[in-house]
């Protein structure tokens, strides 16, 4: 067995080139801040700027074809672009982009040939950013239950109803979302994909006031908001795969949001947290010296040794082309509710401190006390724990069959 | 044996959910957590007026003479909000601090004001980088001519932003044990050289106070000068249940609307609530819920009828402080997204369940003291 | 409120009364032990004479009726009874009886006015005894599928089948279980309720090799056993409640068995792990003088707590009568659970001496050792934690409707 | 990164895993949990024969030379039993503290018999009411005339019964530091005065042994007298994932167990496994079992490629220990009754896991040793 991640000569030569090319390009304004709400629209423009820049080389999504704007690059080369990048903090992309995350491998798999030139360079070039519209008020868990409609009316589909817990702050270019085409049609025979422009009559978005909007994934999320569709007329080319076969194509991405990709990196949490326990001092002494913290910080250290080794193990999975099984959602379900037994050992450890931003006692620069919060919020985005439970109960096999568990929870 | 209340009780206990239903509806308590103290002056002049601030305050100085069960049925209603404000910095742990350790003068003076809420009280004890407990009062109070000027920060003080008089707790002597020497000092927050601020966050209403060269006459001190922690020590003795049924009040209003939304929330065409995995995060919010109850209940019990109860008192902070923590954490799991959404409310509690978590001591160090109380 | 029980004159001399028969009554030999397999037949006749005795006085079954033998007695009197009966380290009756225990108010509430004069005074005397057999090797949690036929043969009854994790060591005279009196219908109506004689031909006893056989409640249950039924005939006259009506009659015990009716008493694991840790050095000093020991031992005290206070909760309820919800099921639950995290805490505190009976080292007569097995054999007798989690789920008013529940678990 | 086994351990963990099916079914090993030692001569001959007991013992010392991750592999197929016997007490732990304290001599007298397995180790370390760690050492080897006489007790020690040899741990000298001043004797265990004893109970193999005034020559010392506490835990740091790994063929043994169960026992007309409670219960044992594995392979990996390993060794033990241990727990929730029966096999793990839990320091030790190896 080996642990470590091996680079060849000519991998270590394209990290010296993105280096170089991110020495450059990453304007030094551009900075991760806890306040994620706070990001300003001029931050935000340079963000949009790098992520144009990364994509004019097919860094921005890597691992996709050349043909339509992505990288054509390896796994290792990906993880060589995300370990500079996430050495200034930053992810691929460099903001938050669900949609294009999410609906580009949807669209490969679904698209017809005009869709795929029509939608996908953008994307993956960074000229859009793009927003994915799963939740409805009434359709959490149970996604397929969504009741917005988009019903054929000559060359259009006409949208209605509503969307939530979606996108960012700032500006969006294209919004996918899930609708019934055919109201009269079973559970998972009823909905269709499409890719809207958002600027589009009748698409109203309206920030809502939550706890924290981030949570897990994705790079400074700031803010969430509902989407409302008043009769929308969109194009029939923007329905992607068919209609009425929306299910199977939104499910192209599940996997991927169920943390089957695995992961390797640091932990920021764990490196603030330690360094505020060595640099602070309780009772006159480190608080590292304390007996009870210490006790804290390893429980802390056992949960992210755990997390970390379950990701890398996924990681490697999926690098060798290793079959998986529940591998991906136990690293997300231990991930997320790992993220709240650790708020609380925290809090334990760091009492008030760990709820403050009052900048006289602030930890590290807010971290701390947005993770207090993030790790309530992050529970649910991507699969509440419970749906990550049973994914990983039916592929322990232990579950319904695939047949029924579309339909049911349990 | 009886374990339920006794018919006042029950009076109390109505007019209360009544007063909170129909005053403090949840368009207001949303308002509250915006607001500065938590509690605007007319909502505190009548809360005040109603009695409920002055409860255990004895009748000769303006108070109800109310027992602690009569009070904690009160607080528990108030904890279904939950309502913010000082009533219990003030009207309990600032009210019983003068009584455990002022002069019968200093009760006559303070009290009456306190009950009728034209004073509001809030005990400053706790200091940067210490550990809760005797020992973290470093704070001197140099004498001077009858006077005492006080130099220092005290941090986590709960509501003193509302406050008009602190209690501070000082270091006046040194001695090897922590808990000696030490003084409270009755402070008007009007004073040259004291200045409170909110901080912000995910807790609310818990400020830093600092202390320039603040000139208090030596009249200030409560009771005997050197002689603070004793006194302060029994008045949070009687504190603690009353804010361990805020804290259970907390659980129930939290138990109910996950209860409520479990029965009324469809997914997979039928009422999450049909799932096990729902049901058992309710199963564990309840347990906590009624273990917060019943051992709150049991140390109210041998207060009121002067049992030896510290070890009682200490348990039920462990596990009222720990229960409405985790209680937050289960009504997250069951509702999902809408419950991170400030307008439904449960997140009033989540960031109160964390703010009052290590409030007069975390749920470890109350472990350590019924250890000690139970003379391990 | 008051949490103490508080006797009226009255009651403290009945008290003095009990406390005078124990003393002449209760012989020296009868001691309680960990190693409850090693109950000797002079002990247990030792057992069934002092029951006969406590019988004779009504003293066995006190809340039962006087007109079958039982005391008439208030719930008061009871506590006094088992308070005075636990100085000794005896419960009622002081062996191991559950038949008597749950199936008398199943005859009280179903039995013909012939059944109850036949069957009541003698159990209730104590001059049988009387095992219970519902589990049977394909029917634990799902008590309605039991397989064992009884099928209507002219003035008899023949019976044929098996049931498991049955009764304790010694003899036994009596035995009742259910049994498909109608092969053809449907669910919870195809089963009758038996009161049997133990010595009828056919049957036999085959005791199980078990972790332990303890767990919880009842007196030294000893051992447990298959037993065997090989066309038994029974008369007719040992059906109680109706032909195909016994799930109603085995329904009638189930509050009792999930912990609804209270209880009141020392902790005696809390006192021996106490006692031990206060005259036990570990590095030279005492062992409740080190801080992770004192921690673990809080962790325990907090649990058990909890547990009393639950349990004099309910007891409350049950006294005052009070409206009941889920509080049963919710201490049954906790005392379930909670011994299983106990013992886990004890095993930190004691390692390898919390498992070792070895008579140089064992600590406080192997109960520590004993609990240690006990606590994982006590999470299924009367119902599992999922049973208790069920019932009492459906209690708060999320579970099933109860048509509904009663044929399914989830 | 490849984090696969390579094909000869592939091929090792198939002959090892038939060797199970075939020579030690269930019927076998409930046989050998009622046996003295665990190991019957037959039995523990033809296992040393396959070379699986000198696995690590380089090839000059008459061993396979094996990597640790080589003997994991096996180890965990021994787990999934559990087969009991003093194969790691002699071939690792044993085996590797005369390699780190041993003599060239002692070596070339030792372990070509502890690789053919003609002899047996067992270490004796602990003693009665000590914690875990050097200074629990306190039995003394008093020298004169060029032997040392031993009196004293050491307790828990495990396969103390089926040893031929102890290496016993003794304080030849007074220190501050109480990793200094311990040596090791290699102890003959037919010399008089030397008596062991299985302990019973909810445990397995692990004996008290008693010295009673044995002599044995300076030259039993290993390596250099008052050093042998450094030595040990060298030894301890190499052999504790090759425990773990043990620990990890538990888990999974467990894991099958609970996996089949729930998909074969009908109640209410489907399989438990179909109730999201009892899934809840497999899912959290997948999750100690895998946290057991996965911790327990990156140590065995820092290890044979020459890392620095110390903190992951002491990570994988507490994770292990806690797994197994909890592994356990969650089956018999799987299982209920029949989980009790021992004929079914579930208890021969359950005593295990109770056994291993604090073998060689228990998860607090453990993470406590962590935070040392961290520099915290």
Redesign the interface.
């Known amino acids: ?6 680079y060849t000569p000519e991998q270590e030569a394209f990290r010296k080139e993105v280096q170089s090319f991110l020495k450059v390009n990453v304007p030094a304004g551009l900075v991760t801040t806890a306040a994620v709400e706070a990001i300003t629209h001029e931050q935000y423009l340079m963000q949009r700027e790098l992520g144009r820049k990364l994509g004019g080389k097919g860094w921005l999504f890597p691992t996709y074809p050349k043909e339509y704007g992505g990288g054509g690059l390896n796994l290792d080369q990906t993880i060589i672009l995300e370990e500079e990048m996430d050495q200034y903090g930053l992810s691929l992309p460099p903001y938050y982009n669900s949609g294009g995350n999410l609906g580009a491998p949807s669209i490969l798999v679904w698209g017809t040939d005009g869709q795929k030139r029509q939608f996908l360079p953008p994307i993956f070039k960074g000229e859009v950013r793009v927003w994915q519209l799963l ?1 409805e008020p ?5 996604l397929a ?1 969504v009741k917005t409609t988009a019903l054929r009316d000559g060359d259009d589909y006409v949208l209605s109803g509503q969307k ?2 979606v996108g960012s702050n700032h500006e969006v270019d294209w919004l996918w979302t899930l609708a019934v085409t055919d109201p009269n049609a079973p559970r998972h025979e009823n909905l269709s994909w499409f890719m809207l422009d958002a600027s589009l009559p009748g698409i109203t978005i309206q920030p ?5 909007a981030g949570g897990e994934g994705g790079a400074g999320s700031g803010v969430k908001n509902s989407v409302f569709f008043d009769d929308v007329r969109a194009p029939a080319s923007a329905l992607v795969g068919g209609e009425n076969n929306g299910w199977k194509v939104a499910t192209t991405h599940l996997e991927l949001e169920h943390g089957g990709g695995g992961h390797i990196g640091r932990n920021r949490l764990w490196e603030r947290l ?1 360094h505020y ?2 640099t ?4 006159g002494r480190p608080m ?1 010296k304390d ?2 913290i ?2 804290l ?3 802390i ?2 949960d992210i ?2 997390g970390r ?2 990701g ?2 996924n ?2 999975l999926t ?2 082309k ?1 079959a998986r099984s ?1 591998e991906g959602p ?1 690293s997300s ?2 991930r997320k509710s790992g993220n ?1 037994r650790i708020a ?1 050992f925290i ?2 450890i760091l ?2 401190l ?5 900048p ?3 930890v590290e620069e807010g971290h701390i ?1 947005l993770h ?2 993030s790790a ?2 992050g ?2 985005p991507g699969g ?3 749906v990550q ?2 994914i ?2 039916r592929r ?5 069959t695939v047949r029924e568990e579309a ?4 | 044996m009886d374990l339920s209340l006794n018919e006042q009780q029950e009076l109390l206990k109505r007019t209360v959910a009544d007063f909170m239903v129909h005053e403090c509806p949840k368009t207001v308590l949303l308002e509250l957590d915006r607001h500065e103290t938590g509690a605007p002056p007319e909502l505190w002049n009548r809360i005040a007026a109603l009695g409920w601030v002055g409860m255990l305050i004895p009748q000769q100085y303006g108070g109800g003479g109310n027992s602690l069960t009569d009070t904690a049925v009160v607080y528990e209603e108030l904890g279904k909000g939950p309502l913010p404000g000082p009533y219990f910095s003030s009207g309990v742990l600032g009210a019983l601090t003068v009584l455990e350790a002022g002069s019968e003068e200093q009760k006559r003076q303070i009290l009456p004001n306190v009950a009728r809420g034209s004073q509001i009280l809030s005990v400053a004890a706790q200091e ?4 809760w407990g005797p ?1 973290m009062v470093q704070l001197t109070a140099t004498p001077q001519n009858g006077t005492l000027t006080l130099n220092g920060t005290k ?2 003080i709960h509501d003193a932003v509302a406050a008009t008089h602190l209690v501070v707790a000082v270091r006046t002597q040194a001695s090897q044990n922590p808990a000696q020497g030490i003084s409270l000092v009755v402070v008007d927050k009007s004073l040259p050289g004291v200045s409170a601020r909110t ?5 609310g209403w ?1 400020c ?1 106070v600092k202390f320039e060269n603040v000139r208090v006459p030596a009249s200030a001190v409560l009771g005997q000068a050197g002689n603070g922690w004793p006194a302060f020590a029994r008045a949070m003795e009687k504190a603690i249940p009353i804010l361990c049924s805020y804290q259970v009040g907390g659980c129930e209003a939290v138990f109910d609307m996950s209860v409520e939304y479990s029965r009324t929330r ?4 039928q009422p ?1 609530g ?5 049901q058992d995060h309710i199963i564990h919010l309840t347990n906590h819920m009624d273990a917060a109850r019943w051992t709150t209940y049991e140390a109210l019990w041998k207060l009121d009828s002067d049992r030896p109860a510290a070890s009682s008192v200490h348990l039920a902070k462990a596990v009222s402080s720990e229960g409405y ?1 985790q209680a937050c ?1 289960y009504a ?2 069951v509702h ?2 809408i419950g ?4 439904y409310g449960l ?1 009033l509690h ?1 960031k109160m369940s ?2 009052l ?2 409030c007069l001591g ?3 160090y109350h472990k350590r003291r019924m250890a000690d109380a139970l003379d391990l």
């Open positions: 067995m080996n642990f470590e991640v091996e939740t009434g359709a959490g868990s149970d239950s939530i817990f809502l006031d939550l706890l924290t330690l326990c060595m602070h001092e309780l009772d590292t007996q009870d210490r006790d910080l390893m429980d250290y056992i040794e755990i080794l379950f890398v193990r990681y490697f690098h060798a290793k529940y136990q379900m231990w709240l609380g809090q334990k009492g008030y760990a709820l403050t931003t009052d006289a006692h602030v006390e207090q919060r309530i919020v529970l649910h509440t724990v419970e439970k049973l990983m109960a322990i096999g232990i579950g319904r339909g049911r929870l349990a | 940067p980088a210490r550990k020992g941090l986590f901080l912000p966050g995910f807790l818990v830093e469809i997914q997979f065409a999450i049909r799932f096990q995995r729902v923590y954490n997250h799991e999902a997204g991170i959404s400030r307008e997140t989540t964390r703010t978590y290590q975390d749920p470890l």
